[in-house]
């Protein structure tokens, strides 16, 4: 037997656990944004290059400013935990994508410099970022970010409604006219080849995307199953067409991708029911009654409002609570 | 079926290091130290002087209070100082420090032959508080005051915790496989003493062969072996009742108040060393394995040692330690230095490798709920450790039952972040204690 060493150089002697698991806020966000790239790529192939400049400015601008800010405090810079990256591509997914250069580039700079890092970074903030990022450009250039790309043409310029624009102007009738029929509007719900902004289209890519998440254990699958499904039965309930609800606007997208956003919803799986249902709630009647044709954004930033009431309200049972 | 809890988690356990290979004695160590500090509760004085020859077996230090228990010496030979010396647990603490005479003596009238069942419960009781027993699983609680529960508590069941859920620890899991019989007979004793007739025994199903060997002991005695879920913290007191006799200790509340009494594998096999040959809880056996330990062994080591010795004795280090741990992972104390003694409590001595560890720097919580979920007591861990690192220890501890967190280490485990929440509730508890004090 050779030498024995029993020497020890600097042991680091900090409290317990001294072991733990592979999982980092790097990995997590990189996973949300790997679940994301199906649709991304999908919205770039219909959409045509105007949808990929958009989405590598929201993206490049939305780490440019973290990276500025946290230069600018001091702070350790956390670009490449993939955060930001997140809020730039999914600011991208809810915008048309023939909005001109300067707006993309303007969203992403608010969502990350005032929704997020006014807040305190990462963690800190009550409101999703890219949604921010996307009420603001709604409210400032509302003709801009309502004008769609017609997705079956291909041609960018050629624009047409939404769906759910069709339907709050003109009526389920007319909607169902410009597809034929029912089952080729489902399906083209279904597959994307409709109109809309460029991460809202393919329900199945996103569909797709979510199930990864959910099965990677990253999301859970109460949150877009309540959300849709409070859609789904509320606007069964006001006698509107619900296949068609569930499948239009970014409600798909939102369910999956913003509804499940961990930062900025409840912590425990109770909490994110009431937040599900809530947000589905508030979709549907921004939607029927509202000035909008869509509210899933609205809808899912006012019930980020309320979630720290949530969890004041939904604490976890406590182990030998009953006395 | 087997029974599970809420909550909890799946560390690779690397049990494989060590859970094939027997006990080994280890030689006598020609010098011990051995702590005045054993045990959680009052400590102990030295009733020895340098320059005093002891001999194994003989009382060292003790104290009158109830809360405590009695040092041995644990090898024959010179008391060569008493001196303040590093502790695992309490940092630095007074020590009896003792040089081999090689004799391995036992001080007179040692060992003994005794019947069990022919001593009454006070008896039993008296015998195990002089012997120094005390919870072998690293709480170190003085046994027989766990034995002594107040008069209007009534103890209707005894569950032998043999979960070891801790990852790498495999001590328990020989002790059940090479000394069974001696496992049920303690656990008798304890049942005699305690008066109670229902017994258990809880083992992780991660340990299939104890399982079968421990029921094979337990044939025509009333004790029962439970297979339990392997999750962590399943051995910890209150998960283990929970599931073992679905009784759910009340919020603040102690086993004794669901009528349990929980004790740990290589205590009993103590007691029954004691009252059936008058041996004195002298030496223990402890897991040292890690990443960084050439050859990681069970060993069965004399109180005092020093974990330097231990870990020589397993080909010394293979690497870079870059924590060194005594017990297991998940609950186990950061050593600075190779230097302290193996106690009572030491169930393991661990030294990981920084890839072991997978550590990263700590980042603010992202409210990813996976600590919620993984918390068996049910609490918000990510509350607690912004409230901690806040300094707003009062309202955690109101708002937030800072004081029900076991301290199990399942919500760190699991957290992206990286967040040190086990840290910020012992800090928020101390304060908390600290604040109550002065007032
Ligand atoms: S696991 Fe960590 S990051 Fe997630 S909620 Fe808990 S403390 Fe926050
Ligand atoms: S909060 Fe306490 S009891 Fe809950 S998982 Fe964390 S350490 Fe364990």
New interface residues.
Partial sequence: MGEVKIEVGKLSVSASPHIRCDESIAKIMWMVNLALAPAALFSIYRFGLSALYTMVICIVAAIVTEYAIQKWQGKTITVSDGSAFLTGLLLAMNIPSTVPWYMPLFGSAVAIAVAKHTMGGLGFNIFNPALVGRAVLLASWPVAMTTWPTMASKLDGVTSATPLGILKLQGYAKLVEIFGDKMTMYKSLFFGSRSGSMGETAALLLILGGIFLIYRGYINWQVPVVMIGTVGVLTAVFGQDPIMHMMSGGLILGAFFMATDMVTIPITVKGQMVFAAGAGALTVLIRLLGGYPEGVCYAILLMNAVTPLIDLWLKPKKFGARR | MTRSF?GG?H?NDRKNFTAAKAIEVAPLPEKVVIPTRQHIGAPCSPIVKVGDLVKKGQVIAETQAFVSSPVHASISGKVAAIAEYPHPVFGSCSAIIIESDGKDEWVEGLPIKREWQSLESDELKDVIRLAGIVGMGGATFPTHVKMAPPKEKSIDMFILNGAECE?YLTADHRVMLEEADRVVTGMQIVMKALDVKQGYIGIEENKPDAIKVMREAVSGTAIKVVALQTKYPQGAE?TLI?VVADR??????LPMDVGVVVQNVGTVVAVAEAVEKGLPLIERVTTVTGGAI?EPKNLRLRIGTTF?MA??LC????E??????MGG??????????DVPVIKGTSGI?A?SAA??????E????????C??A??????P?MLSILGERGMYEAAKEKY?LL?CV?C?SC???????R?I??YV?LAKAQNAAAAAKK
């Fill in positions: 809420r988690v560390p990852p209150k929970k759910e200790v009340p919020s603040g509340g050439a330097a870990i020589e080909g010394g280090f293979k870079e330690p870059a924590k060194l741990i992972p998940m609950m186990g104390m950061a050593q600075c230095s190779v661990l990981l072991d560890i997978n550590s990263g720097d980042r603010p919580c992202i409210r990813c709920g996976r919620v979920e918390c068996p007591m049910g609490l918000v990510s039952d029900d301290e280490g760190v485990y699991t957290c992206p972040a990286k040190n086990v840290h012992k």
